[in-house]
């Protein structure tokens, strides 16, 4: 069984590493091995230079070979090796858990997030936070904690050289404290260079996001050129940030690198003054000079981790942005579980807005009685759809209520009420799965035979059998191998197949011939009957689908009627001619050859 990922802290006062501490203490036996293998390593490789020091001083002293000291010797690197390799495997091990712990946070934290974050947020941004920014982090976790066992190889190391030598140790370590001081220097110069890089990299995903998924728009204005101008430019910016980044690398490192150099000649001119003086063997110095290259190991990386570790900082920091992000849209605490809804909706004097002071529906009062059918009409922009989402809780209203059987949708639980509220629009999104996979996408557990029958609800059968490999035909990327029509009829049949008690029809067949639009129709009169149904009406067809249609001006429901009463009303005729225009206008386009590239061409 799937083990449940882990969480990072919520508190976004802490530090980005002390965030990640539920995440690391999630995995804290792995990690725990991990560790000890590394200080046991560190005590082995700091007992090898001791031993080569024995060995020179017998060879230099007595002239011979200590056969036994030097079998010990290859026993102690056999086992620094083998030790070793345990270190990175469960260290990595680590990482790489940790990196799943997050993808899977960043994913399910999306998921429950509202609308509103993701129309003011380009997906682009989201896939390289998601993506780059996670591997940043876990780069720094599968490299950054060897400067754990590089510092505890330098204690251990320190230890041992002082008893051999305190002028010696002196001058090895006289360079380290300006080591850390430009290393200082350079994180502070480095960190905001990291997270303009990752924000260019995130930019640069964005437009190829919307290239892949709008290259049929940018085909047909011949706009590739455009497009490429657009990515070289945002390449250029990743190129400059990088550049910067690295020449403040580049400018700090020499020094660090040097520096520890500079104290290694010292150390071996004053150890060769020693041993003239019968201070220190030949075997002390040479150990010391080995304990000295393990001291300077963690100077000399101490670049690459601090940019590491500014680069991970960054990353972080842009993914508890959306981890910190909190839905608008969320059960209270006595939310209700509804049960099979009557279908009784009200709008009660409903205001909302997407932005402040721009009211989309204002004062709007609807009724919809159970199993009836209402069809809304009005001009573009007056809020037809927008009626739709707050009846599905895409959005909450600002003043008012929506309510379904007498309850106000924000006092029922999410789940309960989208079971009971089926919604198809007029752009459809199919997943790359099979045709009956997409229809069942919300009964998973649905048969065959039930998939069928909602396809055939939705004039849908004769075409799925047509393809390849009929309801097993997998569709291509948000469906675009079918056409708009069919794309439509798939999405109408996966919302039959639920069942809702309420459905809410927006443009649903826009992209469908008259012919198949009638046949859609005639099934859709005899499934809505008892059900009760909201229809978004573009087109004169769908509103005789309707039992009473309401007329929506300005964001407000300002007529009500059968279709025939109405056309008393000068508004609704206006209405309804620019309607009829618009349906001339598709139908001209379509007759002149306009069509869509799919399995097959809509039937006509």
Not at 125 to 151: C, E, H, K, T, W
Not at 170 to 180: K, L, R
Request: proline share 4%.
């Amino acid at each position: 069984m799937t083990r449940a990922p882990a969480r990072v802290d919520p508190d976004p006062e802490k530090g980005w590493v002390r965030r990640l501490v539920p995440l690391l203490r999630a995995h804290a036996p792995i990690l725990a091995l991990a560790l000890a293998a590394s200080v046991l390593a560190s005590a082995l490789q700091v007992a090898i230079p001791d031993l080569i020091s024995r060995i020179v001083d017998l060879l230099v002293a007595e002239r011979r070979v200590a056969v036994g000291l030097c079998l010990l010797g290859l026993v102690l690197a056999g086992a620094r090796f083998g030790v070793g390799y345990l270190y990175r495997r469960f260290l990595l091990q680590t990482a790489y858990e940790v990196e799943y712990d997050l993808r899977t946070a960043i994913h399910e934290h999306l998921s429950g997030l509202s609308f509103s974050f993701f129309d003011r947020v380009q997906s682009g941004q989201l896939i390289s936070r998601a993506n780059s920014d996670v591997r940043a982090v876990q780069m720094f976790l599968s490299f950054g904690p060897a400067i754990v066992v590089q510092v505890l190889m330098l204690c251990f190391a320190l230890g041992v050289m002082v008893t051999m030598s305190v002028p010696l140790t002196v001058v090895a370590v006289a360079a380290m404290p300006v080591v850390v001081l430009l290393g200082t220097r350079m994180r502070a110069q480095t960190f905001p260079l990291s997270w303009v890089v990752q924000a260019r990299i995130a930019d640069a995903a964005v437009i190829v996001n919307e290239n892949v998924e709008g290259v049929r728009v940018v085909k047909s204005f011949a706009a590739e050129h455009l497009q490429l101008r657009l990515l070289a430019r945002a390449a250029r910016r990743i190129q400059w940030a990088t550049v910067r980044q690295n020449d403040v690398v580049a400018r700090w490192s020499p020094p660090m690198q040097n520096l520890p150099g500079l104290s290694m000649a010292a150390v071996l001119v004053l150890g060769g003054w020693l041993i003239l003086h019968h201070q220190l063997t030949v075997g002390d110095l040479v150990a010391f000079t080995a304990y000295i290259a393990m001291i300077q190991a963690p100077m000399r990386q101490l670049g690459l981790l601090l940019m590491q570790y500014q680069r991970a900082a960054a990353s972080a920091q842009r993914i508890y942005q959306i981890l910190d992000e909190r839905p608008q849209i969320t059960d209270p605490p006595d939310a209700v579980d509804l049960g099979r809804a009557a279908g009784d909706v009200r709008f009660e004097d409903v205001v909302f807005a997407y932005r402040q002071g721009f009211p989309v529906l204002d004062g709007f009062s609807l009724h919809l009685r159970p199993g009836e059918t209402v069809a809304l009409v009005g001009r573009t922009g007056s809020g037809k759809s927008t009626a739709a989402r707050l009846l599905m809780r895409f959005y909450d209203v600002q003043a008012g209520a929506v309510r379904l059987d007498g309850h106000d949708v924000r006092g029922l639980r999410l789940a309960s009420l989208r079971a009971q509220v089926g919604l198809v629009v007029d752009e459809p999104f199919l997943f790359s799965i099979s045709v009956r996979d997409n229809i069942a996408y919300g009964r998973p557990d649905a048969s065959l035979e039930e998939v069928v029958e909602a396809a055939r609800a939705a004039a849908a059968d004769e075409f799925i059998r047509r393809l390849p490999r009929g309801y097993d035909t997998v569709v291509g990327e948000r469906g675009y191998t079918l056409s708009g029509g069919q794309r439509q009829r798939l999405a109408l049949a996966r919302t039959l197949l639920v069942d809702p008690p309420v459905l809410v029809l927006d443009d649903a067949t826009s992209a469908v011939d008259v012919e198949v639009e009638e046949r859609i129709h005639a099934n859709l009169r005899r499934l809505l009957r008892g059900r009760t149904t909201l229809v978004v009406a573009h087109r004169l067809s769908t509103i005789g689908l309707a039992d009473r249609v309401a007329l929506v001006e300005a964001g407000r429901v300002v007529a009500e009627g059968t279709h025939a009463e109405l056309l008393r009303e000068p508004r609704y005729v206006e209405v309804l001619a620019q309607v009829e225009a618009e349906q001339r206008r598709q139908t001209g386009r379509a007759r002149a050859g306009a069509w869509e590239p799919g399995v097959e061409m809509e039937e006509r």
